[in-house]
């Protein structure tokens, strides 16, 4: 059992990747940290993601080995017969500021999350605690739970993913909502014969097929997976296999090739995406809350558990040095962590949105002007450098504790 120092205690809700990387920042920190999770042992969602280079600079300070965690891989966007729309650039600066090259990097959930994990030390996370509510009062907060225990801290954090009960006590239910769309995400081992070098993101008139290298336990492997509109969550689909075969078959060489490589019983995770509407405010009280707690990521711009890894470490950086009994030193730190992640995050949260749109919700003539000027003129990359790397490009410079040199 860690010690439990008032001013000092931080009780965080949910053990996924926001809560993990402001569990470790704070420790850091020499504050005191409780994470309470629902379920017995923590898990990573199944399958692949891909982490971009300001995400694993913060895990390697966190103490994360990141050297043989992901593929390097350069990132294309191309239509479905294979013509590039879109190269995306990484800054030079940012390179060589933070020591990691290139942008993005394919992994293995469980890798990331697991080697973020590894570095907690024991007795701080309490499994099979789940939250149904918090009581503030003027100099503490408690948080109580299902099986009728509560644990009293100075800060709560909220990190209990998008149905979190913290913010919506906090703030209210904002209502979530499916968004029309579904991913199915799947990974296979290296079968040789592809470039392991690029990684491309494709679309056909309403369906995105993209695949990146990635590795899973230090073996090389592909991540790939399929974006398509949806009914609901209760759609059938008897053969998933079969079905996702059939919407990839005029996608250019590999895509089509994956399929058959993967085991669909454990290598293949559907997802129906749902979404709520943006916030403006995390935090209230002794109360914060981060990662899809506040903003759930349509997995277009690839960037939620990025987006909580980040938002964990600004938190806990928001708040170093501060005495948490006084109210007023945490509204202070909220304040700053506002400040820096709210407008950001939520520009990339709707610049995914809007991309998962146009992509797939685009009627017939318009989806055909949308082709044609993607694949004509350079304005796809001139949307993704602006408002998807530039402010990155700019955050990533900001954080100068974070940079080798
Ligand atoms: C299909 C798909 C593909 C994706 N691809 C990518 C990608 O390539 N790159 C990327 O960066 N992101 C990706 N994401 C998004 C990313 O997975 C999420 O944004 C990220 O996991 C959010 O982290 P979090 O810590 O906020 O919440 P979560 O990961 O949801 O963790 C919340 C934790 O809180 C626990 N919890 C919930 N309620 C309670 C309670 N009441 N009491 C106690 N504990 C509770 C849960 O069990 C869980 O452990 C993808 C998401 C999906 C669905």
Not at 161 to 167: D, F, L, M, T, V
Not at 216 to 243: F, Q
Request: one cysteine or more.
């Amino acid at each position: 059992m860690q010690e439990w120092r008032k001013g000092k205690r931080v009780a965080i809700v949910g053990a996924g990747p926001g809560g993990v990387s402001a569990a470790l920042e704070l420790i850091a920190q020499g504050f005191d940290v409780r994470i309470f999770e629902k379920t017995p042992e923590p898990r990573p969602l199944g399958g692949a993601v891909l982490l971009s280079t300001p995400v694993l600079a913060i895990m390697r300070k966190h103490g994360v080995d990141i050297e043989t965690l992901g593929s390097r891989t350069r990132t294309l966007f191309c239509n479905h017969k294979g013509k590039i729309r879109a190269d995306l650039p990484w800054n030079a600066s940012v390179e060589a500021a933070l020591g990691i090259p290139g942008w993005h990097y394919g992994m293995l959930r469980s890798n990331a999350f697991g080697r973020m994990m590894e570095r907690l030390p024991k007795g701080v996370i309490f499994g099979a605690k789940q939250a149904t509510g918090y009581s503030e009062a003027r100099d503490d907060i408690t948080v109580h739970f299902a099986d009728g225990t509560s644990e009293t801290a100075d800060l709560l954090i909220g990190a209990d993913g998008i149905n979190s009960p913290i913010a919506q006590q906090a703030f209210g239910d904002p209502g979530t909502f499916h968004i029309g769309l579904r991913v199915t995400l799947a990974w296979c081992e290296d079968f040789g014969g592809i470039d392991r070098t690029v990684g491309k993101i494709c679309h056909s008139r309403d369906v995105q097929a993209s695949y990146f290298p990635m590795l899973h336990d230090g073996k090389p492997g592909w991540e790939w997976w399929v974006v398509e509109r949806s009914t609901g969550e209760d759609e059938v689909i008897p053969d998933l296999k079969a079905h996702l075969k059939a919407h990839v078959a005029t996608f250019a060489d590999p895509i089509p090739r994956f399929a058959d490589h993967t085991d669909f019983e454990t290598q293949a995770f559907r997802w129906e995406i749902r979404n709520k509407p943006l916030m403006t405010t995390w935090c209230k009280g002794r109360v914060a809350c981060v990662g899809d707690a506040v903003h759930p990521v349509s997995p277009y711009a690839a960037y939620g558990m990025g987006m909580a890894i980040e938002d964990g470490y600004f938190l806990a950086r928001a708040l170093s040095g501060q005495d948490l009994s006084q109210l007023s030193q945490i509204r202070s730190a909220c304040k700053t962590y506002e400040a820096e992640r709210v407008a950001y995050v939520n520009h990339h949260v709707g610049f995914a949105r809007t991309l998962g749109d146009r992509f797939h919700k685009a009627p017939a003539p318009l989806a055909w002007l949308r082709d044609m000027v993607f694949d004509h003129t350079p304005l796809l990359q001139r949307l993704l450098s602006k408002d998807y790397l530039q402010d990155s490009e700019t955050m990533s410079l900001h954080l100068k504790e974070l940079h080798v040199t």
